[in-house]
């Protein structure tokens, strides 16, 4: 019988200082793999996510078992077998999968979802949102509006040129519940992965790959090759690269 893996998510909200002006999100039970280049090590929390935002390779920070906090490279969350926790910086500054970053551009109008708020506090959270929003097609930070990060539709499928200083990240992806796509993407033997950005990053960079599709049925996310979106009868999801 194959085991369910759940990570549980939470938001940190910054502490008093600048460097905290965001949310962070809080993957329990988690890790990211690789430390970065020096400094690595911190005593405690606050200190090691205001050097986190300041470095250009780190895209987290995880406490160990002993109690350390450590930053961490990459925007992948691994399944921890010591109950470590991972808090991932809200803005990288790194590439993130499923997007194209864009400096000094907006996109035109802002996404309008009934129930739900088109302004997050952190880029991952809100490339997370764009990602489950059919008609979000990019995020666009605002530097002068407390550096919010807010989800954007474009103009005529353009971005602009931005008078205040932002950064837009295009999406890659066009999201379809309940869609499948056809044939697996192979990258040799590997297909399969257990979060959709793990999913993204392989599809971005395989040759042929048309998008990611999520299957219910095996709770894991696959890379495929077709590009024309199908009705599932399982509940699948997909993601259709553009």
């Not at 990570?7 to 430390?35: C, E, P, R």
């Not at 400094?39 to 996510?49: I, R």
Request: include cysteine.
């Amino acid at each position: 019988m194959k085991a369910t893996v759940i990570l549980a998510v939470t938001l940190v909200m910054s502490m008093s200082t600048d460097a905290y002006q965001y949310d962070w999100v809080v993957f329990k039970d988690s890790y990211l793999s690789a430390y970065t280049q020096d400094p690595k090590f911190f005593n405690n929390l606050p200190e090691a996510q205001r050097v986190c935002l300041e470095k250009y390779d780190c895209g987290g920070v995880t406490k160990e078992r002993s109690g350390r906090y450590t930053l961490r490279k990459g925007l992948i969350v691994k399944k921890s077998p010591s109950a470590e926790v991972t808090y991932m910086n809200p803005y990288p500054r790194m590439y993130t999968p499923g997007f194209t970053r864009v400096y000094e551009s907006f996109a035109g109008g802002y996404v309008s979802i009934p129930g739900h708020s088109y302004v997050y506090g952190s880029l991952i959270a809100a490339q997370n949102a764009c990602l489950k929003e059919n008609s979000c097609e990019a995020v666009t930070s605002e530097p002068l509006n407390s550096n919010r990060f807010t989800l954007r539709r474009m103009s005529h499928g353009k971005l602009m040129a931005s008078p205040s200083d932002e950064t837009t990240w295009k999406c890659n992806y066009k999201y379809y519940p309940g869609k499948y796509l056809a044939i697996y993407a192979k990258n040799g033997s590997v297909f399969a992965y257990t979060y959709l950005r793990e999913a993204l990053a392989a599809c971005d960079k395989l040759t042929g790959c048309g998008g990611v599709t999520w299957e219910k049925t095996n709770n894991r996310y696959t890379t495929r090759a077709g590009k024309d979106p199908h009705a599932s009868p399982s509940g699948e999801i997909s993601w259709r690269k553009n």
